[in-house]
């Protein structure tokens, strides 16, 4: 019999920064539903992956002085390894940068272009860069983006439409007939109250300002927008192309759920799916806006010095301890919050003490009163039904939530069943029975169901913990996946205890994560004492001026400096600089520099100097490099 089909995706990350905590819980909620729906016999498609292109990179790569290209390289490989490290199951990482999805995002803004969908016209308004956002006067708040809050910027440029008005009421109808197509409920209300209630406006669909992105193949002087380019990611990674859909697309699409973060609500409630019937195609069944993740109170801002990062949290607490906090402490609808204080008192709550030592001392009884062998179940008591019937509830309770998305609910299914299983030893008092031969059957009962319980809850701790679900299962020295209680084999030796969670000293981690802020906060630079204070007059004796690196080379002996040839447009200078400990030759040739034109003379190392470059730093040499159109030998001022 064929498994039914799962499709579910992340939004993909902007490669812009590497993900913080926040960021990286959606991809560990996405991968917790995926594994469970495997669980549950489904033949899963998970898809995750970057976003690559737009304005906000363009000046990112500009400020580090190299290539958008080689930019988003970096922070992609970075996301991939944060996703990968923290155990995402995904099928298939996509980049937008990747060649197959750039031609289809081109033959899907050409067929919406010919098929009378997209016009030409001319944007006047304003801009949000972080957001790659458009907004009118009345949706500004306060000079700022509604979104995020940051400053937006004035823009009039030509550009491509997109007629989102046309598909408006239709949208609207399929809404109302698919009462499930956005959630939570209040989501779904937020988007009908504030944006199609109120009327859709045509969107922008193209920039002329800037170059990063995918171009418009019939006016290059255009790239598409890059929310159009980003949101056909869902469909490019299956194969799909506007004349033919792929193999991958025909199985899996539509998407069963999207899993987005509620602040991109609208662009995938409202712009993709007119932007799926606009093309013919199926629309998602569902897209799912959880909360954010917040510190403390606080949105998480680099900013602000907030920033929690996957990585230093798997340091502290291993994969599974981070994947548990999060997946634990965010809410359905309202906005988690995340403090080392909380961490550390759930991990020893939860891990530690709740799963850890019941897992630890159940091994070491049966070793201890059985030689490590599985007993025989035996009569069953009430008090034994009391725990085979917690378990039972557990998993119903871990699987109606899982089927909702209601994942914290469905982990605290489960660790409602294991705290059951710890106050069922107190009941029991296997220690007692042991003393007595005439208690040995009885004592074999209780062992076996606990034995029996906490394999019942490893195999449904799987999708949120899958490394301890399966250290669990190799202590239980079983492979039974089953989740019908009964299931484990009388007879057979058990593995070896080992600790799965280690309890935290939380006045000792939490000294150590001050010193460890304290050490990487940004040093404070001290004025310089004693600098001469110039004139305008002065100043303007100084002549800067644009140059391009033509030409860099060693100077042998000379482990500090490059001899760099300089094109100033109107002629050309040779300067030594010493930058050869922070670049090499390649990695500046081509490059726009500013320049001291009229600097005397000087041999540095026996080699004449007819200038200098500007640059930033003492340790550290930083070259301040300008916009690759920069024409050479422009005065700076």
């Known amino acids: 019999m064929e498994k039914e089909k799962f499709y579910i995706t992340t939004a993909i990350a902007y490669a812009s920064r590497k993900p913080h905590i926040g960021n990286t819980y959606e991809v560990i909620m996405t991968d917790a539903i995926a594994r469970y729906k495997r669980m549950m016999g489904y033949d899963v498609f998970f898809l995750t992956g970057t976003d690559e292109h737009g304005q906000k990179i363009e000046d990112l790569a500009k400020e580090a002085g190299i290539e958008p290209q080689a930019y988003v390289d970096g922070v992609a490989a970075t996301i991939k390894d944060i996703w990968d490290m923290v155990g995402a199951s995904y099928d298939h990482f996509i980049r937008t940068t990747d060649d197959y999805h750039e031609k289809v995002v081109q033959n899907i803004f050409k067929k919406l272009y010919d098929q009378g969908d997209i016009y030409k016209s001319e944007y006047e308004g ?38 989102m008005s046309a598909y408006q009421d239709r949208l609207m109808k399929h809404i109302e007939e698919n009462p499930g197509f956005i959630e939570p409920e209040s989501r779904k209300k937020e988007m009908v109250n504030n944006f199609l209630k109120a009327g859709l406006q045509d969107l922008c669909v193209s920039r002329t300002s800037f170059k990063w992105g995918v171009p418009v193949t019939f006016d290059d002087k255009h790239v598409i927008y890059v929310w159009i380019d980003a949101l056909s990611n869902y469909i490019t990674a299956l194969g799909y192309d506007v004349d033919e859909k792929g193999e991958l697309y025909s199985k899996y699409w539509p998407a069963d759920v999207h899993i987005i973060g509620k602040d991109i609500l609208r662009f995938h409630t409202i712009y993709w799916p007119i932007i799926l019937m606009a093309l013919g195609e199926p629309l998602p069944k569902k897209v799912f806006g959880h909360p954010w993740l917040l510190f403390g109170t606080d949105k998480m801002s680099k900013s602000k010095g907030n920033t929690i990062y996957a990585d230093d949290l798997v340091k502290r607490f291993g994969v599974d301890g981070t994947r548990h906090y999060v997946l634990s402490e965010m809410p359905y609808n309202s906005d988690g919050s995340i403090t080392y204080e909380n961490l550390i008192a759930r991990y020893n709550s939860d891990l530690a003490n709740n799963l850890g030592n019941l897992v630890n001392r159940t091994i070491a009884m049966t070793k201890k009163y059985f030689d490590g ?28 939530n899982m089927d909702e998305y209601r994942i914290a609910d469905a982990v605290d299914a489960v660790f409602t069943a294991l705290r059951r299983a710890n106050k069922y030893i107190d009941e029991t008092t296997p220690w007692i029975l042991a003393k007595n031969e005439s208690d040995k059957p009885r004592l074999g009962s209780v062992m076996y169901n606990l034995l029996e319980s906490i394999r019942v809850c490893a195999n449904l701790l799987y999708p949120f913990l899958p490394e301890t679900s399966e250290k669990i299962l190799c202590q239980l020295n079983t492979e039974c996946k089953s989740l019908e209680y009964g299931n484990l084999e009388e007879g057979k030796a058990v593995g070896e205890a080992q600790m799965l969670f280690a309890r935290i000293d939380e006045a000792k981690m939490l000294a150590e994560i001050e010193e460890e802020l304290k050490a990487n906060e940004p040093v404070a630079v001290e004025k310089p004492e ?108």
């Not at 700022?144 to 997109?162: I, L, N």
């Not at 007059?537 to 760099?564: G, N, S, W």
């Not at 100033?568 to 500013?594: C, H, M, N, W």
């Open 126 to 163: 304003w801009y949000c860069v972080p957001c790659e956002s458009f907004f009118t006067d009345t949706q500004i708040v306060d000079g700022k983006c509604p979104d995020c809050g940051r400053p937006v910027e004035r823009t009039k440029e030509e550009a491509y439409f997109f007629k």
């Open 373 to 400: 062998i599985v007993p025989a179940r035996g009569e069953v008591t009430d008090l034994d039904r009391e725990l085979i019937a917690a378990v039972e509830e557990g998993k119903a309770q871990m699987c109606k």
């Open 530 to 637: 004693g600098l001469a204070i110039i004139g305008f007059d002065d100043f303007q004796k100084v002549e800067l001026r644009t140059a391009q690196v033509v030409e860099a080379e060693p100077i042998p002996k000379a482990k500090k400096l490059l001899k760099l040839q300089l094109d100033l447009g109107y002629e050309k200078r040779q300067v030594v600089s010493g930058i050869a400990k922070f670049y090499k030759p390649e990695d500046i040739i081509g490059k726009k520099v500013v320049m001291v034109a009229n600097l005397k003379p000087a041999k540095l190392c026996g080699v004449e100097s007819n200038g200098m470059i500007l640059a930033s730093g003492e340790e550290t040499i930083r070259v301040v490099f300008l916009d690759p159109e920069t024409p050479n030998g422009e005065r700076v001022c």
